[in-house]
């Protein structure tokens, strides 16, 4: 019978990074997309890291961050008595960095492809930068929206070596649906494994498709 808590946590795990990211990358996108400062490249260049990065490497130095020995993992222990790793909270964090230029890349890429004089108009009426960018830039980059929520949450969903490194392997705390698999393959119950990575691969595609989908029939909506 099919365990379906890895998948569960895995889920669970994926919405709340999600919701986290959308938060933190909307004005950080906007900031991106608008600025000229010079830091602009080094901005980008840290956001995008996660892509290029190993995730042993990047599991690697928040292991050595958020735990005990560091300054802030002491600090969390010390004051609120709370763990940053091996634990699900622990798995947020490295997923929040793991997953964050999935969420503001197509941001600031839908950003930077709004027609400026509509921004500016928004300003000659009076309008804030936040009311601009809640009422003007949002409703106008709704492909954007979506794919940066959607590959943000299918990229999380999909997390092995930095959620294993900071996690582990726990039942109902840290055993996600990836490492999950791994562990079947490690003890050749390939069957489950199978029937597990099918159920990744199958909603992998769901999520890519629909993604693609809605796109396209945005783009013959609004004439492009």
Not at 12 to 32: C, D, E, G, N
Request: aromatic fraction near 14%.
């Amino acid at each position: 019978m099919i365990d379906f808590t890895p998948f569960m946590l895995s889920f669970k795990l994926a919405f709340v990074t999600t919701v986290i990211l959308f938060v933190v990358s909307l004005p950080l996108s906007w900031y991106l997309a608008n600025t000229t400062s010079k830091i602009k490249p080094f901005l980008e260049t840290i956001t995008a890291l996660p892509i290029v990065l190993p995730p042993s490497v990047l599991g690697f130095y928040l292991l050595w961050a958020l735990s005990g020995n560091s300054v802030v993992g002491q600090f969390f222990e010390d004051n609120f008595g709370i763990s940053l790793v091996f634990n699900f909270t622990g798995l947020v964090i490295a997923s929040c960095f793991y997953s964050l230029p999935f969420m503001v890349q197509p941001l600031q890429g839908g950003f930077e492809s709004l027609n400026k004089n509509m921004l500016e108009a928004s300003y000659l009426a009076g309008k804030s930068r936040l009311i601009t960018l809640l009422r003007v830039a949002m409703p106008n980059i709704k492909p954007s929206l979506l794919s940066a929520i959607i590959v943000t949450f299918a990229h999380t969903v999909g997390e092995f070596g930095v959620v294993l490194m900071i996690g582990g392997s726990i039942p109902n705390e840290t055993k996600v649906a990836s490492v999950a698999i791994y562990e079947m393959v490690e003890v050749m119950d390939y069957e489950n494994a199978h029937i597990y990575s099918a159920i990744m691969l199958s909603m992998s595609f769901v999520v890519l498709l629909s993604v693609y989908l809605f796109n396209r029939s945005y783009k013959k909506r609004i004439g492009v």
